[in-house]
């Protein structure tokens, strides 16, 4: 006889809000305008997402203006259309190889995105100071910039998470007049998509990939 339990949320459908919430870049929608309202909406539920000590650093900057935009792009293009053409051709991994191919076109297609939305953290974060600080750090804006994308599916807009500006940093920073004090952590393209049947994705049994008090012991 199973288990009964009662849940606080309807577990049918945060489970397939979980589950579906895919990398899009095929599937944005260039043509229809994002509303900023909804963009505040999804950021108001990302900042409840938990912060180190509570520091609340996030920051975040959206790009809607067109010249600002295709410059970020631009700069986002030189970075890694060279990289993501070659390896959509030689990847060996099919599924793998997709992604890069998508990858690609989202490089050349990024400066029409309507919305390109930057999490940063309001500290000047050193690469030297070490894993347990870099932890610190990024655990401080990942969980937040996850539950904007997420906040984002349930509306029926979509996101990638992308890093290629990163390598250009400096220069994205001097086009949104970011201070030096503040650590860009990704860059995200958000637009409507183009239909929300979205599946969960083809991933290993997490039995494979879960060890039990010592690692390799499943």
């Known amino acids: 006889m199973g288990v009964s339990a ?17 990398a899009v870049r095929k599937r944005l929608d260039l043509d229809r305008p994002v509303e900023r309202d909804v963009l505040l909406d999804c950021l108001r539920l990302a900042v409840q997402a938990p912060t180190m000590s509570n520091s609340q650093e996030w920051r975040w900057i959206v790009v809607t203006d067109d010249a600002k935009r295709e410059a970020v792009a631009g700069v986002y293009r ?8 070659e390896a959509s ?3 060996e991994d099919p599924q793998t190889r997709r992604t890069y191919e998508s990858a690609y076109e989202l490089s050349q297609f990024m400066g029409r995105v309507p919305a390109l939305v930057i999490p940063c953290v309001e500290s000047s974060y050193n690469i030297d100071s070490g894993n347990a600080v870099a932890a610190a750090v990024y655990g401080s804006i990942i969980p937040a ?10 509306r029926g807009l979509g996101s990638v998470y992308t890093t290629f500006h990163l390598f250009g940093a400096d220069q994205v920073a001097e086009i949104l007049g970011i201070p ?5 952590v990704a860059l995200l393209p958000v637009a409507y998509t183009k239909g929300t049947d979205f599946k969960p ?17 499943h």
Request: charged share 25%; hydrophobic share 35%; proline share 5%.
């Open 6 to 22: 009662t849940y606080p949320f309807d577990i049918a459908e945060t489970d397939r809000l979980l589950s579906t919430t895919r």
């Open 78 to 85: 030189n970075l890694s259309a060279a990289y993501l053409e």
């Open 89 to 91: 051709k030689t990847h």
């Open 145 to 154: 910039t996850w539950s904007f994308q997420l906040a984002l599916r349930s």
């Open 180 to 184: 030096d004090n503040v650590t860009q």
């Open 201 to 217: 994705a083809d991933r290993p049994p997490v039995e494979d990939v879960v060890f039990w008090n010592t690692w390799g012991e």
